[in-house]
């Protein structure tokens, strides 16, 4: 008896693979579950990705003493014409010694205060306790940013939160030893003082970050910019500049702007005079309202222009920006969302199938917007035929239709 050659062996077995995976899969088809998927009313944006060029009025503060200068403002303060700018000092340690007298005189008064306060301190220890959850999580969230100055501000008035609720239940809090301490350590610092001033003859906000670019866009001429303008200028943004020994700078107008290219066909709906929203990428995702001035209405031919938006909402943030990678929210949609896969035709209706109970139902419904992953559909509270709120969509199936029954 001839023994089978291995390979009339390989042979075989792989035409018994292939039955099996055959019988699989029709098992698979004609048995397939049903997915569904709850009927929710959603909002999604339309929106435009673009590079952005931010245009300030803003004038850099030149540092010209030789010693060393600490400014007398946050980012983000207001400074009148006149007014001191920063402090001089003879050296680094003289300038940290003074900063740290400065924190420690905020706690004498601090503590000072707390231990004048009686048990009256707050009426509702409900409404302290919350104020104590909501500055834990503003502590959480400062640690997570790694922001120092975050830190210690958020840390502290954790600290005073929860002192004063020690002090409404009726404990005996004694800052005796922290006030003498205190009071000893700022005594020790008493003599450190600046040695001169550097003032501003410009009213303003003020920012101690400069990159160098502050006068690289003339703010007189935003309007005025081309494409290859813009371009030009997000290209030479791109590279480092060589920051100057700058104090600091002032933006000395309210008004802001944003000069981006874009498509013309993508802001065919829009009109120079329009209010839209934009998203930051490097602002936690804030979304900031800005008025068109320029661009929304090109000429004849152009592919793309130059949009120029303005804002007077200035905050510490947008102090330091000056290239960006925005997002234009051109439209603002709202229906049920559900995957491509899901619209069907029904007749000459589309919509979607519904299960209910163990019954299909069609339910019809315009698409109101479509990506390539999913489609927004109409939504009418008053349509009987139309999707109703927490209908289970079918969002895959096979051989769907309307009144059919799945067990």
């Given at each position: 008896?001839?023994?089978?050659?291995?390979?009339?062996?390989?042979?075989?077995?792989a035409i018994v693979l292939i039955f099996v995976y055959v019988i699989a899969e029709s098992y698979t088809v004609n048995n397939s579950k049903l997915l569904t998927q709850t009927a929710v009313v959603s909002t999604v944006n339309k929106t435009i990705s673009t590079k952005a060029l931010i245009v300030r009025d803003e004038h850099a503060i030149a540092n010209t003493s030789s010693g060393v200068v600490v400014p007398c403002y946050?980012?983000?303060?207001?400074?009148?014409?006149?007014?001191?700018?920063?402090?001089v000092f003879n050296s680094s340690e003289d300038a940290t010694n003074y900063s740290k007298k400065q924190e420690l005189d905020k706690a004498l008064a601090k503590y000072t205060e707390l231990q004048s306060q009686s048990t009256g301190i707050a009426s509702n220890i409900n409404s302290l306790n919350k104020e104590i959850g909501n500055d834990v999580n503003e502590y959480i969230r400062s640690l997570d940013k790694k922001d120092s100055q975050d830190i210690r501000e958020s840390s502290g008035l954790l600290n005073d939160a929860l002192i004063r609720?020690?002090?409404?239940?009726?404990?005996?809090?004694?800052?005796?030893?922290?006030?003498?301490?205190?009071?000893?350590?700022s005594q020790a610092l008493s003599s450190i003082a600046p040695i001169d001033y550097v003032k501003t003859d410009l009213s303003g906000v003020f920012t101690s970050y400069t990159d160098g670019y502050e006068g690289l866009v003339d703010y007189k001429n935003v309007k005025n910019l081309t494409v290859d303008d813009v371009n030009s200028y997000i290209s030479t943004v791109s590279e480092k500049a060589q920051v100057p020994n700058n104090i600091g700078k002032l933006v000395t107008s309210y008004n802001w702007y944003i000069a981006c290219v874009v498509n013309t066909d993508d802001i065919k709906n829009m009109q120079n005079g329009d209010t839209i929203?934009?998203?930051?990428?490097?602002?936690?995702?804030?979304?900031i309202k800005m008025q068109i001035v320029t661009g929304a209405e090109p000429k004849i031919g152009e592919q793309q222009t130059v949009l120029v938006l303005k804002s007077n909402d200035l905050d510490s943030k947008i102090l330091n920006q000056r290239c960006e990678d925005i997002q234009i929210i051109c439209d603002e949609y709202t229906g049920i969302k559900v995957p491509v896969d899901a619209v069907h035709i029904n007749g000459d209706e589309k919509g979607v199938y519904a299960l209910v109970s163990t019954q299909v139902?069609?339910?019809?419904?315009e698409v109101i917007y479509t990506t390539d992953e999913y489609v927004l559909l109409s939504y009418d509270v008053e349509d009987k035929d139309g999707i109703r709120l927490y209908d289970q969509i079918i969002i895959q199936g096979k051989e769907l239709s309307d009144g059919k029954v799945y067990t």
């Open positions: 008896m001839k023994k089978p050659r291995n390979d009339n062996i390989a042979i075989i077995i946050n980012d983000g303060d207001k400074i009148r014409t006149g007014s001191n700018v920063a402090m609720r020690q002090l409404l239940i009726g404990e005996t809090v004694d800052f005796t030893p922290i006030i003498n301490d205190i009071t000893a350590k929203k934009i998203a930051l990428s490097n602002s936690e995702n804030s979304v139902q069609f339910r019809k419904a």
